[in-house]
């Protein structure tokens, strides 16, 4: 099993910046796809980016792509999401994802392709 937990969230005027992190426990995650997914009230949780677990593949929704940028840090067992220039419609739960891939290169965009997810925190963007 694999155990996430996400901190860095809080409150932040609109042009502003955060670190999200995203620290596994119980298992390396190494070679494991990770994720990051939002969810804003009323609306579904949705894609914001994705890295795969060798070279650095990364992937990005179309509406953070150019502000936010996902990494990795094998050694400490961690992800991280960087979000720039940060929008009122950035306002959401964000979550960490994890998969076990055999692919280095591979990563996933969709929910469901993911096993394992963190309880989330909260990123509040004020205009």
């Known amino acids: 099993q694999v155990q996430l937990v996400e901190s860095g969230g809080g409150l932040v005027q609109a042009g502003g910046s955060l670190r999200l992190s995203c620290a596994a426990s119980?298992?390396?995650?190494?070679?494991?796809?990770m994720g990051w997914f939002r969810q804003a009230p009323g609306k579904e949780r949705e894609f914001v980016a994705a890295?795969?677990?060798?070279?650095?593949?990364?992937y990005y929704a179309n509406s953070v792509k150019g502000r936010f940028s996902i990494s990795r840090d094998n050694t400490k067992n961690t992800v991280y999401l960087r979000m720039n220039s940060l929008e009122s419609e950035d306002t959401a739960v964000y979550y960490c994802?994890?998969?076990?891939?055999?692919?280095?290169?591979?990563?996933?965009?969709?929910?469901?392709?993911?096993?394992?997810w963190g309880q989330g925190t909260q990123v509040t963007v004020s205009s």
């Open positions: 994802a994890a998969r076990q891939t055999y692919y280095s290169t591979q990563y996933y965009y969709t929910k469901d392709e993911y096993h394992y």
């Open positions: 119980g298992r390396t995650v190494s070679t494991y796809a």
């Open positions: 890295i795969s677990w060798g070279a650095g593949s990364t």
